[in-house]
Structures are given as structure tokens and as C-alpha cells.
């Protein structure tokens, strides 16, 4: 037996507790077993790569499958406490099919649902010895023939579509066999289908429109069993001194429930935890270049969008969902939402925001890219006025950044306060390889523009103030009356750095920069 009544999901679940850290996500069972045998007993949740998916679907499978004993697996678990669980645990024919799982050499769609199909009509022959005696032209005929009902546990229903060899008639076709397998079916008790890509980026809308489906934009009812909350954070951190729970949090916090609390990347943090240290963990596990294929192939607003969020300026706009019936990615609102759900950004409230320090890395390579045509030109030259600064050169600072501001990008022509700050982001990407480079940082009697706190020694802490249609004078000055210098005080060396930007400066000297050091 492969696919029915299998002991793989409860040998990889017994793993998975074994495994540390652990969290407890199995009051998602307690949620579904009210579906069981309804008419809402289709779903199919989609979440980021390594957000959990699998282990809940292993779990699923642990708990519902008949012929095994699972108390001893889940007795220490939140759902052990539940009116539900003694009434459905191993008690059904379940169903677990990983669709990531490929025969050897599979180079063909045909290839790759023949051996599906094959291996669900030998288990059923298995359990129920008389279906052989018949010939089926479709699988459900067979399923009807066993007089029983069965739980399907379908994970990474999406991988197929991934694969080169995939054309368009065969994306139909997968999607009219699972409507065949599922759709209308009376010996369906329940279906729970998990996957990256929402259902109808694919579907025309009606092959799979029983399903109930919730991804990262819509999603206020399976929300708390897919990453880590807050609380359950501060649980892990009391067990593991490192990385710190602040740590945790710049590097993988910054997505959002409904209700605005915090939600943590799990694969990232449950390997710094193992590891002791925070790395780009999530970003090294699946095709990161999505990224850039999104920001550079596409409309012109969804890069300046980038350009400023990663100067830390969040995006108001408004995103009903993801649209995927329509979803040709040719629009901004289109690829924002296809980043939101993948993991990319996050969207609460409004705003569109990078979500941590992971993956804010991965963006800024991203601005270094040849494609991206003249931002790419100021982040490449960045180094240079790193080097200026450090070397008291403030002439040429002014004039690197008034070259950044010359050049034909719109968002970038001043328009307001965040275009100014897009200017100096860009102009001084390079130094976050040696600064943790913050914006409007609580220092002293106020909030410094930007603090640039050095990560490696050699290097001096900067601050850094900007000003518009005044001087750069009155920026130092700020700096100092304001006592800027409180948060970076312990550093050897420290440098005050005032920009300035006047719109009626003569011979056109729009930019002035003064740099002193801290004495």
C-alpha cells in the first residue's frame, strides 16, 4: 500500500514531534473533523514554501488513518483535550497522496498521472479484492464499487505545474482528473489539499470550485496553524538563549494575521534555533529569483514600489485578493498580490511592506541587477559614496547623489520626502554590507533620518540627516542639538553627515552635503 491506508504519514509525524523545536498545531484536526461528511468538506489551504504545510498534512494523515494506534503520538497534544478527538482518530480510509512525489525518469505529463492512477487502482485492489474482477474506465466508478467513504490528504497539489514538460492541455487535464477523482462524490468524507499556487491561477473556475480555498491574503480561519505567532516565539526563546527573541524578530517577523498580531516565518526560525544563528534560511529553499522575474519583467510601478519599500517606505494600496481566475501578472495590482501570497511582501491594513531582514537581502540583490536599467547604475555606484563619506569627501558625495537624482527615473525627481529617501538608499546600498542601516531610529531627543551602525570593526558609525530647501549646516546642527549621537556613543569613531536639497539653489546646485566628525 502507497497511497491508502499508508503508515508513511504517521512515521513521518512521529519524526516531526521527536524532532525540535515542535510546535503544536493540532487543533487544525479539531477544526476539520466538524466538516466531515458536509458539504464544506473541501479544502485547500496555499501558504509560502516551508510554512508548515506538510507536517500539518502528515499530521492529518497520523491522526485519521485507520489500522494504526496514534494516541500515544498526539496524548500530550492540545487536541487530545477536545470533544472530537476519540471519535475520529484512525477511524477512517485515508488517502495521502504527496503529488511532489514523481516516478523515475518522468519526463511527460502522461508519465507522471499514469503512475498516480496506476498506484490508487492497486491499493484499492488491495482493500476490496472484487474490483478486480471488473474492468473501470474511471477511477470514481471503482471508488463507488467499494461501498465505502475515504478522507484525501492531497499535498503540494501544485508541484506538477512547476515542471518544463508542462503544456497547457495537460494543466487542463490534471485539473479535469482531480474534478473526476473528487468533485460530487458521495465517498468523499473529506478533502484537505494543500499547495503554493491557489487553485484558480490555474483553473477556469469551475473544475475545482468545490473547494474552500485560503491563502495568505484571505485567510482568517486556518491562520494561526501556519507560522509562528508572538507567544508561541517567546515559548521557544525560553528553551533556546539563541538567537535572541529580537533577533528572531528583525530577521523573520513581519507577516500579519487579520488581527495585526505578529507572524514568524517558521522554517527560518526553527533552523536558526537548531543552529544558534540567524541566516537566509527560507529564501535558499525555493527559486528566489521569482523575485526579480516579478520587479523586473513587468509594469515600471510594481519596481519604484520595491525601490521604496526597501527604503523602508510602506506601499498604501489596496489588494481585494488574489484574483487568480484573472491573474496574468501584466498589472501591479496583479503582481503585488502574486508576491503577498507567495511570501514576499506582507499586506495588512492597507500597506504593502518588506516583511524581515531575510528577505530584505534578497531584495537588494535584486536592485543590483543589470535589468533594472538605471536604479541598478546608482546601487552599483553606492560603494563610491560609502567610500566618500568615509573619506570626508563631502563634495563628492553631493555630487554622486545629485547624478542619482538626475537621471531619468521618476520616482526618483523629488516630489516629496520618500523620493528624497529612495535617493539615499540607493546611493548608499552598499554600506548595509557592513551597517545595520536603520531609518528613523529613536537616538537621543528624537529620530535620526538614518543610523548606520557598523557590524564588523574598522568601520565608523554614521548618522546621517536630511534636509529640504534649508542648508546642511542646519542638519549637522540638528544632529548634535538633538544629541543623535546617544545610540552609537560606544563606537570609536563616529560621523555626522548632513545632506541638504534646495530647489532654488543657484547654478543648479540642488545638493549639499557637510560631513564632520564626532569629537
Request: contains cysteine; aromatic residues 14%; negative net charge.
Amino acid at each position: 500500500m502507497y497511497y491508502l491506508d499508508t503508515n508513511i504519514p504517521l512515521k513521518q509525524f512521529k519524526m516531526d514531534i521527536a524532532s525540535e523545536p515542535y510546535v503544536d498545531k493540532s487543533l487544525l484536526i479539531d477544526k476539520l473533523n466538524s466538516f466531515i461528511r458536509t458539504r464544506n468538506r473541501f479544502i485547500c489551504i496555499t501558504r509560502p514554501r516551508r510554512f508548515g504545510k506538510t507536517m500539518n498534512a502528515t499530521m492529518l494523515g497520523a491522526y485519521y488513518t485507520q489500522g494504526y494506534d496514534a494516541h500515544d503520538l498526539f496524548k500530550n497534544l492540545k487536541i487530545a483535550q477536545t470533544t472530537s478527538y476519540e471519535k475520529h482518530i484512525n477511524k477512517h480510509h485515508v488517502f495521502y497522496i504527496d503529488f511532489s512525489r514523481m516516478p523515475d525518469y518522468c519526463d511527460s505529463y502522461r508519465t507522471y498521472i499514469d503512475s498516480i492512477m496506476k498506484t490508487i487502482k492497486e491499493d484499492l485492489m488491495n482493500i476490496y479484492p472484487k474490483l478486480s474482477e471488473k474492468s473501470y474506465d474511471y477511477l470514481y466508478q471503482m471508488f463507488l464499487d467499494t461501498n465505502d467513504s475515504f478522507i484525501f490528504i492531497m499535498d503540494e497539489w501544485d508541484s506538477i505545474f512547476y515542471k518544463d514538460f508542462m503544456q497547457e492541455k495537460d494543466k487542463k487535464a490534471y485539473l479535469e482528473f482531480l474534478k473526476g477523482l473528487l468533485k460530487d462524490q458521495p465517498y468523499v468524507e473529506l478533502a484537505y489539499m494543500t499547495g503554493v499556487l491557489p487553485i484558480a491561477k490555474y483553473s477556469g473556475g469551475s473544475e475545482l470550485n468545490m473547494f474552500k480555498e485560503y491563502n495568505f491574503m484571505n485567510d482568517r480561519t486556518y491562520e494561526d496553524y501556519f507560522g509562528f505567532n508572538e507567544e508561541e516565539i517567546i515559548e521557544l526563546t525560553k528553551k533556546y538563549t539563541k538567537p535572541s527573541f529580537e533577533t528572531l524578530r528583525k530577521w523573520y517577523d513581519g507577516y500579519y494575521k487579520s488581527d495585526g498580531s505578529s507572524l514568524f516565518n517558521p522554517r527560518s526560525v526553527s533552523s536558526a534555533l537548531i543552529d544558534g544563528v540567524c541566516l537566509n534560511y527560507w529564501t535558499e529553499t525555493g527559486p528566489m529569483n521569482e523575485i526579480a522575474e516579478y520587479i523586473e519583467h513587468n509594469v515600471d510601478a510594481v519596481r519604484e514600489d520595491i525601490v521604496k519599500m526597501v527604503a523602508g517606505i510602506p506601499i498604501e494600496v489596496e489588494l481585494e485578493g488574489y484574483g487568480a481566475e484573472q491573474l496574468r501578472l501584466d498589472s501591479r495590482d496583479e503582481i503585488l498580490s502574486a508576491m503577498v501570497v507567495f511570501g514576499f511582501l506582507s499586506y495588512h491594513d492597507g500597506f504593502l511592506r518588506i516583511p524581515n531582514h531575510e528577505l530584505m537581502e534578497k531584495f537588494q540583490t535584486v536592485l543590483k541587477r543589470s535589468s533594472m536599467g538605471g536604479v541598478a547604475d546608482i546601487v552599483n555606484n553606492s560603494k563610491n559614496v560609502l567610500d566618500a563619506t568615509i573619506e570626508l569627501d563631502a563634495k563628492r558625495v553631493a555630487q554622486y547623489i545629485e547624478e542619482a537624482h538626475d537621471r531619468e527615473i521618476p520616482f526618483l525627481q523629488y516630489n516629496n520626502e520618500n523620493s528624497l529617501s529612495c535617493v539615499i538608499t540607493l546611493c548608499y546600498l552598499y554600506a548595509r554590507n557592513y551597517y545595520e542601516v536603520t531609518r528613523e531610529d529613536k537616538s537621543g531627543k528624537g529620530f535620526v533620518d538614518y543610523l548606520f551602525t557598523p557590524k564588523k570593526k574598522g568601520y565608523p558609525a554614521i548618522i546621517l540627516e536630511l534636509k529640504y530647501n534649508k542648508t546642511a549646516q542646519e542638519a549637522i546642527d540638528q544632529i548634535k542639538r538633538k544629541n543623535y549621537v546617544d545610540r552609537v556613543r560606544n563606537f570609536k569613531e563616529i560621523l555626522y553627515v548632513g545632506i541638504n536639497y534646495s530647489i532654488d539653489a543657484d547654478e543648479h546646485k540642488h545638493h549639499d552635503c557637510i560631513i564632520e566628525k564626532y569629537k
